[in-house]
T-cell receptor, first 112, second 115 residues
Framework: DAGVTQSPTHLIKTRGQQVTLRCSPK?????VSWYQQALGQGPQFIFQ???????QRGNFPDRFSGHQFPNYSSELNVNALLLGDSALYLC???????????FGSGTQLSVL | DQQVKQNSPSLSVQEGRISILNCDYT??????FLWYKKYPAEGPTFLIS?????DKNEDGRFTVFLNKSAKHLSLHIVPSQPGDSAVYFC??????????????FGKGTHLIIQP
C-alpha cells in the first residue's frame, strides 16, 4: 500500500519562473493538503482540496494555486517565483471523515 | 503572530528516561491537537492526537496531556528509546466535524536520546 508520493524530490528554479509540484495521495484518501516548510520552521498550511475544489486556504498569495484531479491526485503551482519561496513543500492526504493526516516526503524547491 | 509555540528548540534525554515536550497555543478556538514526528529527508509522521473535550490521551509509550485553561499541551514519551530521536511538531486545528481543517504547526523541538 503506497503512501503519499510526491514528485520531483528536488527542484532548482530561477526567480520569476513558474513551477508545478505533483502529489498522489495514499490509497483510499480523497482530501489533499499542501504545506510549505521553510528552514527551521514548522509546516505552514497553503490550501486543501476535496472533490476537485479548493476548500480552505492559508495565508498565501494567489501566486500559489492548485488543482485536484478526478483520481484525487493534486498539483501545486507557484508563479513568479521569489527567493523566499525556497522551501520544502509537503503534500498530505486523509479521508474526508478522518483527521489523521499522512504526509509525503516533500519536494525541496530552491529558487536562485 | 505565532499561534502555536514550542519554546524549546532542542531537548536531550537519557535513554530509558521520560521525555517531556511542551507546546503552548494562543488561539482559544483551537479544539483539536496533534503531535507529529519528523526524521530528516522524510515527511512528518502522525504520533498521537487529542480533542479539547479530553485532558489526556495515551497510546503505548506516548501520552498527550491538554490543559485548556493554560492553553498548554505536552507529549510524554516513556521510556525514551534511541529511535525516538527526531524533530517533534505540535499542531492545532479547528475540528470541522468532517475531519481536521488546515493545521497550524509549531516550529518543532529536536529531541535527542542519549545512550
Amino acid at each position: 500500500d503506497a503512501g503519499v508520493t510526491q514528485s520531483p524530490t528536488h527542484l532548482i528554479k530561477t526567480r520569476g519562473q513558474q513551477v508545478t509540484l505533483r502529489c498522489s495521495p495514499k490509497s483510499g484518501h480523497d482530501t489533499v493538503s499542501w504545506y510549505q516548510q521553510a528552514l527551521g520552521q514548522g509546516p505552514q498550511f497553503i490550501f486543501q482540496y476535496y472533490e476537485e475544489e479548493e476548500r480552505q486556504r492559508g495565508n498565501f498569495p494567489d501566486r500559489f494555486s492548485g488543482h485536484q484531479f478526478p483520481n484525487y491526485s493534486s498539483e501545486l503551482n507557484v508563479n513568479a517565483l521569489l527567493l523566499g519561496d525556497s522551501a520544502l513543500y509537503l503534500c498530505a492526504s486523509r479521508t474526508a471523515t478522518n483527521e489523521k493526516l499522512f504526509f509525503g516526503s516533500g519536494t525541496q524547491l530552491s529558487v536562485l | 503572530d505565532q499561534q502555536v509555540k514550542q519554546n524549546s528548540p532542542s531537548l536531550s534525554v537519557q535513554e530509558g528516561r521520560i521525555s517531556i515536550l511542551n507546546c503552548d497555543y494562543t488561539n482559544s478556538m483551537f479544539d483539536y491537537f496533534l503531535w507529529y514526528k519528523k526524521y530528516p529527508a522524510e515527511g512528518p509522521t502522525f504520533l498521537i492526537s487529542i480533542s479539547s473535550i479530553k485532558d489526556k490521551n495515551e497510546d503505548g509509550r506516548f501520552t498527550v496531556f491538554l490543559n485548556k485553561s493554560a492553553k498548554h499541551l505536552s507529549l510524554h514519551i516513556v521510556p525514551s528509546q534511541p529511535g525516538d530521536s527526531a524533530v517533534y511538531f505540535c499542531a492545532a486545528s479547528l475540528y470541522s466535524g468532517g475531519g481536521a481543517d488546515g493545521l497550524t504547526f509549531g516550529k518543532g523541538t529536536h529531541l535527542i536520546i542519549q545512550p
